[in-house]
């Protein structure tokens, strides 16, 4: 059986930590065993590990994604990525093909999908290894996981089984996405099990169904069709229509940590980053990644969250409407991290005459470096704050260390290694100051160093 993990999403749910290039399950927001900060995908992961999981499983993401999660798990991690991100049938469609066509996989193949960001114990995954037998025996066209409710939330989907004698197994008759408290509790009272997102399938059921609809199931050929694929989740274009559809019932603990109200119930302590909480407030929040603190008083059941991307105060229960009023909020990522370090937005103006000024605080860490790289749409000025390293410019090497100013004119070629951590405060003025005004030449410091030797020799020849 071979498992894919998803992790794609917008990053709304849990703004303004959380953004396109640093989704939710990113923020280093949970305590592993040792006491140390980790992400969602980074527990996940090390629970596929646990469990002997890992070496059959890969990632489905976005193209934006694909550098935060070679940071938290590693570059040796098998990703699929996506060309535009869509949902959850073209993801989860294109993993199939990847694994049939790419890979190699047999049609009969057992796929197990799941979702990046549910909390959940080790034995959990014991469940997840009974999908493959499960599917076989029971010759099921999906086969899932539900979670015996421990209380009728409006929060989850449910499955609604077949009145039927007791097995191994239910069979699922519908699906009901986030019914009211009163249906809530007449959906457990006929024994139906919450959705987790985890199922299983055949890669031949998933093959047949690109087939029917005219797509291939060549992976190079998918990949260019890949905009043509229905917008639309898993659920609502396999799920919900298939006529053979299974569950494996799971007792213990489950949640989804995809809004603020689930995550902060995970946080071992009620404030990260710098914050006070008056005295005798209970179960609110603080989430600060900002240099200035944050202070709560008198508010019980709140959560404030603060980063360079915004600042968010919102009662727990009234949280899941973020996403909603922000759906239309379009703005560049404030804070990112990359394979080399972080950067922070400190100001961002456009002028009436057409151009743009960008002011960076960029963290490079020791033995890290910047592509090999050049833009022609706008000129840099670095100011060294901190740290030392070595400079790329127009295949000339040179030293700099803190208090130097380093001019990049338009059109110049340049890269930055740090020996030690290094900070520089970048300024950018251009007429489109945007990520894809970045021509990448070679991304490794050994193959930078081999490039510009070789020129240099080529021209002393």
């Given amino acids: 059986m071979k498992?894919?993990?998803?992790?794609?999403?917008?990053?709304?749910?849990l703004w303004p930590l959380s953004n396109d290039a640093r989704s939710k399950q990113f923020l280093k927001v949970l305590t592993d065993a040792e006491g140390n900060k980790e992400s969602m995908v980074q527990r996940v992961w090390g629970q596929l590990e646990k469990n002997d999981l890992a070496k059959d499983s890969l990632i489905a993401t976005s193209k934006s994604q694909v550098e935060m999660i070679q940071i938290q798990v590693g570059t040796q991690v098998p990703i699929v990525v996506e060309p535009t991100r869509r949902d959850t049938f073209p993801a989860i469609a294109l993993a199939a093909v990847y694994l049939y066509s790419v890979k190699g996989c047999s049609p009969q193949e057992v796929i197990a999908i799941l979702p990046v960001d549910p909390f959940v114990e080790n034995h959990f995954f014991s469940k997840v290894k009974e999908l493959e037998k499960t599917l076989i025996e029971s010759n099921a066209e999906l086969a899932l996981i539900g979670v015996q409710p421990t209380y009728p939330s409006e929060k989850y989907g449910y499955m609604v089984p077949f009145d039927e004698e007791e097995r191994s197994y239910m069979r699922v008759s519908a699906?009901?996405?986030?019914?009211r408290r009163e249906e809530a509790e007449r959906l457990i009272e006929s024994g139906g099990l919450?959705?987790?997102?985890?199922?299983?399938?055949?890669i031949e059921y998933l093959l047949n169904i690109l087939l029917e609809r005219g797509y291939p199931i060549q992976y190079e050929q998918l990949v260019s069709q890949y905009h043509l694929l229905p917008q639309n989740s898993f659920d609502y274009e396999v799920a919900e229509k298939a006529e053979q559809v299974i569950a494996l019932s799971y007792t213990g603990y489950w949640k989804d940590l995809g809004t603020w109200n689930t995550l902060t119930e995970e946080m071992q302590n009620p404030i990260s980053g710098k914050g006070f909480v008056s005295k005798g407030i209970t179960n609110s929040h603080i989430v600060n990644e900002l240099d200035i603190p944050i202070t709560l008083i008198g508010l019980d059941d709140v959560v404030v969250a603060a980063s360079p991307d915004g600042i968010l105060v919102t009662n727990k229960e009234d949280s899941l409407q973020v996403k909603e009023i922000l759906k239309d909020l379009i703005e560049r990522p404030m804070?990112?991290?990359r394979r080399w370090g972080w950067y922070k937005v400190l100001e961002h103006t456009k002028y009436l005459e057409g151009n743009e000024v960008l002011t960076k605080r960029i963290c490079v860490e020791t033995g890290k470096n910047l592509s090999y790289q050049v833009h022609y749409k706008r000129s840099e000025v670095w100011t060294v704050v901190k740290g030392e390293g070595v400079l790329v410019l127009d295949d000339q090497l040179q030293h700099i260390r803190s208090g130097d100013v380093i001019h990049i004119p338009l059109g110049t070629k340049h890269a930055l290694r740090a020996t030690s951590t290094m900070e520089i405060i970048e300024v950018q003025t251009g007429s489109e100051l945007v990520e894809e005004d970045i021509y990448r030449f070679s991304l490794e410091w050994k193959q930078i160093m081999n490039e510009i030797t070789f020129k240099n020799l080529a021209i002393n020849l």
């Fill in 335 to 337: 804070f990112e991290e």
């Fill in 194 to 202: 919450w959705n987790s997102g985890v199922f299983a399938f055949r």
């Fill in 3 to 13: 498992l894919v993990l998803l992790s794609g999403g917008s990053g709304k749910r």
């Fill in 175 to 179: 699906f009901k996405e986030k019914p």
